[in-house]
């Protein structure tokens, strides 16, 4: 079976510092990975998606940016946070060779992030 | 992507039947139509997918009529833990999914 994690499960960090978040899948190969962020009350915002290694593409304009250096890690990161970055991270994967038999998107714990 | 709409919050007593309608009016010939549920703090978790006609599973029926412009999700039965956010959308089901997921239907289950 296919697992997702996700890591911190949550952060606080001060405006200006670098953000790094993580997120592995397990159990499936050449997987699609996204993250998504979620501000309170609201729906999931897409912001990066990845088909591949060293394959991402953004959504919004933002100081975020994304990495995948290996097939089943994606990684998150800005290098100074706003205030607005905070909120609820989630990482997301799906089938994307087939090797899964799985329809629909499967998402981690998430990662609330606050900035002060 | 198509845009869908769905009410922004139901209210349901303890062992009724729910049924949250989307409506997807521009879908594309090669969406699917899905359904996730996210508790708060949580990650939405795929309920249900469909094309057209009927759909089960083991929590949900997916009920989407012939001109696919809309559909229904039903929860037989529902108790006080499934109060949480529906998300309703539509998507191609293989490769990459670029989706949208709005604000959904906050359903309330009410003792």
């Known amino acids: 079976s296919q697992t997702i994690h996700q890591w911190p499960a949550t952060l606080v960090q001060p405006v200006g510092s670098p953000l790094s978040l993580e997120c592995t899948v397990e159990g499936t190969s050449n997987p699609n990975l996204y993250w998504y962020r979620q501000a309170a009350g609201r729906g999931l915002q897409l912001l990066f998606y990845?088909?591949?290694?060293?394959?991402i593409s953004s959504e919004v304009p933002q100081n975020l940016s994304a990495s995948r250096p290996q097939d089943r890690q994606f990684i998150l990161s800005s290098k100074k946070l706003l205030l607005s970055d905070s909120g609820f991270y989630l990482c997301?994967?799906?089938?994307?060779?087939?090797?899964?038999?799985?329809?629909?998107?499967?998402f981690g714990p998430g990662t609330r992030l606050t900035v002060l | 992507l198509a845009k869908t709409t769905q009410p922004i919050s139901m209210d349901s007593y303890e062992g009724q039947e729910v049924n949250i309608t989307c409506s997807h009016n521009?879908?594309?010939?090669?969406?699917?139509i899905t359904w996730y549920q996210q508790f708060p703090s949580q990650g939405p978790r795929f309920i249900i997918q469909g094309y057209k006609t009927k759909v089960t599973n083991e929590v949900a029926s997916l009920f989407i009529p012939a001109d696919r412009k809309s559909s229904t999700l039903s929860l037989p039965r529902v108790s006080l833990s499934d109060t949480a956010v529906y998300y309703c959308l539509a998507n191609n089901s293989g490769g990459y999914q670029k989706v949208t997921f709005g604000t959904g239907t906050k359903l309330q289950v009410i003792p």
């Open positions: 997301a994967w799906s089938d994307g060779g087939g090797t899964s038999g799985r329809v629909g998107q499967f």
């Open positions: 990845s088909v591949g290694i060293g394959q």
């Open positions: 521009n879908i594309a010939t090669n969406d699917y």
